[in-house]
């Protein structure tokens, strides 16, 4: 079992910057993506940034330029880096590890962009 923790979530103001970060633990052995997706109530979940472990990165398009995210492979975290956050930023984000083809989920971190 891997065990997925997000942290760094808060309120911040239209324009400004939040970092947020994940780490895996348990029973890793080779985790080939990691990334961060967001959901607002009653919608799907979608995919803001991945990553895999020789850093291969793919982003959503109405995140790209301004968030970036990155990866450390012997911690297991993987971090997202948000700039010029927006309203239509605001969701809860939730880190997926992916071993296996198993995915692993964490619980979610809030963020919330507004005035």
């Known amino acids: 079992q891997v065990h997925v923790v997000e942290s760094g979530g808060g309120l911040v103001q239209p324009g400004g910057s939040l970092r947020l970060s994940c780490a895996a633990s348990?029973?890793?052995?080779?985790?080939?993506?990691m990334g961060w997706y967001r959901q607002l109530t009653k919608t799907a979940r979608e995919l803001v940034a991945s990553i895999t472990s020789g850093g291969s990165t793919t982003y959503s398009g109405s995140v790209k330029g301004r968030f970036t995210i990155s990866r450390d492979n012997v911690k297991n975290t993987v971090y997202l880096q948000m700039n010029s956050l927006k309203p239509e930023d605001t969701a809860d984000y939730y880190c997926?590890?992916?071993?296996?083809?198993?995915?692993?989920w964490g619980k979610g971190t809030l963020v919330t962009v507004s005035s």
């Open positions: 997926n590890v992916n071993q296996w083809d198993m995915d692993y």
């Open positions: 348990g029973d890793i052995a080779s985790i080939f993506v």
